[in-house]
């Protein structure tokens, strides 16, 4: 059984830095790519960034490019999410997920993905 569990979220002034970290379990993390989403009130869930099960290629959601960074360290089964120069419109729930398929290439499509983390809250006060 596939588990994900998201910690390093909370409340920063906008300007500040979090890092969202994603500890999974339950099969072999090195083999599936990871994404990070995020949902704000009222609106639908949006892709925030993902990472090849390598490391190799990321996507990045056009809001977040150049403020936020991916990375994952497959001997440790985890993903992070480094988020600098936050704004108030980043507050929303960020949710990891997990590919249904490994080595998936279309790592920026949510239907691609299965297993999905309980979220961890990111609130940005101005």
Request: charged share 20%.
């Amino acid at each position: 059984q596939v588990q994900l569990v998201e910690s390093g979220g909370g409340l920063v002034q906008a300007g500040g830095s979090l890092r969202l970290s994603c500890a999974a379990s339950g099969r072999t993390f090195s083999s599936y790519a990871m994404g990070w989403f995020r949902q704000a009130p009222g609106k639908e869930r949006e892709v925030v960034a993902a990472i090849n099960w390598s490391g190799e290629y990321t996507y990045y959601a056009g809001s977040v490019k150049g403020r936020f960074t991916i990375s994952r360290d497959n001997a440790k089964n985890t993903v992070y999410l480094q988020m600098n120069s936050l704004k108030p419109e980043d507050t929303a729930v960020y949710y990891c997920a997990s590919a249904k398929r490994p080595y998936s290439g279309r790592i920026f499509d949510m239907k691609e993905y299965e297993y999905w983390g309980q979220g961890t809250q990111v609130t940005v006060s101005s």
